[in-house]
């Protein structure tokens, strides 16, 4: 793994890489999938700042790429945790003020959750969750006989500096019986800024009720693209993804 510089925040290093742009357009922040990592983006936000212009951060959560691991198990109000803590952290190491949030399955759930509770631009969730649903929890079920019987653990070696730590802090999280109840549903009327929902019909690990849950709920303006493929659209269908993403924030400075 190539090394991306490592920023000190409350509960460990991150690593980032942060590309440049105007200094007159709102930033974005990247927030990756509970198996993702910034290099796992695939090149995402280097295309995302190509096309707008903005500066763009990705970053390692704690225990993924070679950020520093988690210091303590975590609870099923981890995605609470992070958008309280390790968000506003960053942003405030950064210089990152109002940033656009862009956030990936569990990554969009932080964005959301910060979203209802600190003032943005705007938000691009990308196959979010925002419950608990069944669906979700035979693809995680899935995953995890993938990592164990198949080569999953191999290829998330490439990625991750420690990917036992990565992949069960997220797989166990998730099929924890407490973590049934997890429901952000509530909190999504505290978002007010504009909204970006993108969501693949054929997604192993969630529906378009999640996308649909945020467009019935938030206050501010809600944009659902729903398109046919699975649970990475940014990657399985990247023209799509990108003209949407553009083209919604065009309009926000």
């Known amino acids: 793994m190539s090394e991306l510089p490592l920023l000190d925040l409350p509960g460990g290093r991150v690593e980032y890489e942060d590309l440049p742009g105007e200094p007159g357009r709102a930033p974005l922040l990247l927030l990756h999938e509970g198996l993702g990592s910034v290099r796992l983006w695939r090149g995402f936000h280097h295309r995302l700042a190509a096309a ?3 500066r763009a951060v990705a970053f390692s959560r704690h225990g993924h790429g070679t950020s520093d691991p988690p ?3 975590r609870t099923p109000r981890y995605m609470h945790d992070e958008a309280a803590g390790v968000v ?4 405030a ?3 990152l003020e109002r940033p656009v949030l862009v956030g990936h399955s569990d990554g969009g759930s932080i964005a959301l959750l910060h979203a209802a509770a600190a003032p943005v631009r705007g938000v691009v969730v990308l196959a979010p969750h925002v419950f608990v649903e069944e669906v979700g929890l035979r693809g995680i079920e ?3 006989r993938a990592y164990t019987e198949g080569d999953l653990r191999a290829r998330m070696a490439r990625h991750h500096r420690d990917p036992d730590v990565t992949f069960w802090n997220w797989n166990d999280g998730w099929l924890d ?3 049934r109840d997890w429901d952000i549903r509530p909190e999504l009327n505290g978002i007010t800024a504009p909204v970006l929902g993108v969501q693949g019909t054929d997604d192993p690990y969630g529906t378009v009720v999640h996308v649909e849950a945020v467009r019935e709920r938030a206050a501010g303006p809600v944009t659902l693209e729903v398109l046919d493929c699975g649970h990475a659209p940014h ?3 990247p023209d799509a993804v990108d003209a949407a993403v553009t083209a919604f924030l065009r309009p926000l400075g």
Not at 88 to 91: D, F, N, Q, R, T
């Open 177 to 179: 019986d407490a973590f």
């Open 142 to 144: 899935q995953a995890r």
């Open 52 to 54: 707008t212009g903005r």
């Open 235 to 237: 990657l399985e269908r």
């Open 88 to 91: 506003p952290a960053l942003c």
């Open 93 to 95: 190491a950064l210089g």
């Open 71 to 73: 210091r303590g198990k």
